[in-house]
């Protein structure tokens, strides 16, 4: 019996991508024989198992096709066809909407993925959800077989290497006060709101202040843009865009944040709320889709998007010590939940499940 994950983008940095490869080493500690099929291969991403889709290998009835389902493309049709068991695991899609007037391209893509998903219904013998919110999400779109939460397999030893110097260097302990959000530059993530959010508090709460948007962008991407636009026009400064990094270089700057920030309205789990977690770093967020699933007690779940009451909330995670003191202990509880072993654990017990049900 073969286990093969199959994934449409196997990207430099991309949650996604980094989940299977954690569960790849996982299901070859548990003894399982696994390869990984991605449709797109980043260039920056040499990994010796990683293989085109066009190159999948000839699967049984007995063998297992972890799809991981979190866009459009044709793949979501191919691998109906398998004679394999097909186990869906579910990232969730990003309603079209929100890249409508940004990106045609993307637009379409979502909208195709939603449609695939709904296909996929009865294709599925068994699915996996990141979140309860993306169990909900699956059951809505008609999907009856069943579904059990996987949350994403975090490797934290990772978290404990050492951050990039140059950075600690350039921006510790210079009396700034340091805001952050991780995560791909794209409308779903409303930078801009962050960007607002941040320009009251500085204006109104602290002018030492400093916000780093950290992730993936493209200068000619019309929603960059925009937000470089909309920072011109509020006069803001301090707005920094470090774009795709590499690993040591996240780390220093969850070491640098005073606060993190996150006002997404559209997340399937969401793992930079867990880094920021890690890290004891105050968190303010959006109380959106999977934000809550994810953060649990960790962190200011923010009921409206006023920037105000965002900035008013900012400037308490800065200056309360004794809440922010309740906040690092909460999210000490809630790590607990997404250790490696207990993820590890429960993958193991799900899939044991999973395979015995075939004899």
């Given at each position: 019996?073969?286990?093969?994950?199959?994934?449409?983008?196997?990207?430099?940095?991309?949650?996604?991508?980094?989940?299977?490869?954690?569960?790849?080493?996982?299901?070859?500690?548990?003894?399982?024989?696994?390869?990984?099929?991605?449709?797109?291969?980043?260039?920056?991403?040499?990994?010796?198992?990683?293989?085109?889709?066009?190159?999948?290998?000839?699967?049984?009835?007995?063998?297992?096709?972890?799809y991981h389902l979190s866009t459009g493309t044709k793949l979501n049709y191919q691998v109906a066809k398998t004679k394999a068991r097909l186990l869906?695991?579910?990232?969730?899609?990003?309603?079209?909407?929100?890249?409508?007037?940004?990106?045609?391209?993307?637009?379409?893509?979502?909208?195709?993925?939603?449609?695939?998903?709904?296909?996929?219904?009865?294709?599925?013998?068994?699915?996996?959800?990141?979140?309860?919110?993306?169990?909900?999400?699956?059951?809505?779109?008609?999907?009856?077989?069943?579904?059990?939460?996987?949350?994403?397999?975090?490797?934290?030893?990772?978290?404990?290497?050492?951050?990039?110097?140059?950075?600690?260097?350039?921006?510790?302990?210079?009396?700034?006060?340091?805001?952050?959000?991780?995560?791909?530059?794209?409308?779903?993530?409303?930078?801009?709101?962050?960007?607002?959010?941040?320009?009251?508090?500085?204006?109104?709460?602290?002018?030492?202040?400093?916000?780093?948007?950290?992730?993936?962008?493209?200068?000619?991407?019309?929603?960059?843009?925009?937000?470089?636009?909309?920072?011109?026009?509020?006069?803001?400064?301090?707005?920094?865009?470090?774009?795709?990094?590499?690993?040591?270089?996240?780390?220093?700057?969850?070491?640098?944040?005073?606060?993190?920030?996150?006002?997404?309205?559209?997340?399937?789990?969401?793992?930079?709320?867990?880094?920021?977690?890690?890290?004891?770093?105050?968190?303010?967020?959006?109380?959106?889709?999977?934000?809550?699933?994810?953060?649990?007690?960790?962190?200011?779940?923010?009921?409206?998007?006023?920037?105000?009451?965002?900035?008013?909330?900012?400037?308490?995670?800065?200056?309360?010590?004794?809440?922010?003191?309740?906040?690092?202990?909460?999210q000490k509880k809630r790590l607990k939940d997404f250790s490696y072993k207990k993820i590890y654990t429960l993958l193991e017990s799900y899939l044991?499940?999973?395979?015995?049900?075939?004899?």
């Open positions: 019996m073969k286990i093969v994950q199959v994934l449409t983008s196997f990207s430099f940095g991309d949650a996604i991508g980094n989940d299977v490869c954690a569960m790849d080493l996982a299901l070859k500690r548990m003894g399982y024989q696994t390869e990984i099929y991605a449709e797109y291969i980043d260039k920056k991403v040499q990994k010796e198992n990683v293989f085109p889709t066009n190159r999948l290998i000839k699967l049984e009835s007995e063998d297992i096709l972890i869906l695991y579910y990232h969730n899609i990003t309603p079209p909407e929100f890249f409508h007037g940004y990106s045609l391209k993307a637009e379409e893509n979502c909208r195709q993925g939603l449609e695939a998903a709904k296909y996929l219904a009865d294709k599925a013998e068994y699915c996996w959800a990141v979140s309860e919110f993306n169990k909900k999400d699956l059951i809505q779109m008609g999907y009856r077989q069943p579904i059990d939460i996987l949350p994403i397999l975090i490797p934290f030893e990772d978290y404990k290497k050492e951050a990039n110097r140059e950075i600690l260097h350039r921006y510790a302990n210079d009396g700034m006060v340091n805001l952050l959000f991780t995560g791909r530059v794209a409308p779903n993530k409303k930078h801009e709101d962050v960007i607002r959010a941040f320009y009251y508090y500085k204006k109104y709460k602290n002018a030492k202040a400093r916000l780093f948007l950290v992730g993936g962008f493209s200068e000619r991407d019309r929603y960059y843009q925009r937000l470089q636009y909309y920072i011109e026009k509020l006069g803001v400064e301090d707005v920094i865009f470090p774009g795709h990094i590499k690993f040591d270089e996240i780390l220093a700057y969850y070491r640098l944040a005073d606060v993190f920030l996150c006002m997404s309205e559209h997340e399937g789990f969401c793992v930079p709320l867990v880094e920021a977690m890690y890290f004891g770093v105050p968190i303010a967020a959006y109380d959106a889709t999977a934000v809550s699933d994810t953060l649990g007690r960790g962190g200011l779940l923010l009921e409206k998007k006023d920037p105000l009451y965002t900035a008013e909330a900012i400037h308490r995670l800065v200056t309360d010590r004794k809440l922010t003191a309740y906040l690092r202990e909460e044991t499940d999973f395979v015995r049900k075939a004899k």
